[in-house]
């Protein structure tokens, strides 16, 4: 059984900054990258960032590019996302996500094979 288990959403001010973290734990399985999704209410879920988990290469979609960075701790098996310069828009459960293998789609919910239980972020205005 792989859990993937989410920890640093809240409630923050617009302008703010919030760094979620993911923890896969459970049966041991390789990793081809790991991603964050979110999802608003009434909206389909939604592609924020990835990595790829050996070399490290970043995605990002256009709406966080320059706020949002996510980053890897191969040791602790955790993934974070850093979220600066928070919007009321970024308002959503983040989920995480982990890929066994290889896909050209990181951007794609269909690429991932594991997945988290959300964490409720909320900006303010």
């Known amino acids: 059984q792989v859990q993937l288990v989410e920890s640093g959403g809240g409630l923050v001010q617009a302008g703010g900054s919030l760094r979620l973290s993911c923890a896969a734990s459970?049966?041991?399985?390789?990793?081809?990258?790991m991603g964050w999704f979110r999802q608003a209410p009434g909206k389909e879920r939604e592609f924020v960032a990835a990595?790829?988990?050996?070399?490290?290469?970043?995605y990002y979609a256009d709406s966080v590019k320059g706020r949002f960075t996510i980053s890897r701790d191969i040791a602790k098996n955790t993934v974070y996302l850093q979220m600066n310069t928070l919007k009321p828009e970024d308002t959503a459960v983040y989920y995480c996500?982990?890929?066994?293998?290889?896909?050209?789609?990181?951007?794609?919910?269909?690429?991932?094979?594991?997945w988290g239980q959300g964490t409720q972020v909320t900006v303010s205005s």
């Open positions: 459970g049966r041991t399985f390789s990793k081809y990258a």
């Open positions: 990595i790829k988990w050996i070399y490290g290469n970043t």
């Open positions: 996500a982990a890929a066994r293998v290889y896909s050209d789609y990181l951007s794609l919910a269909q690429a991932y094979d594991y």
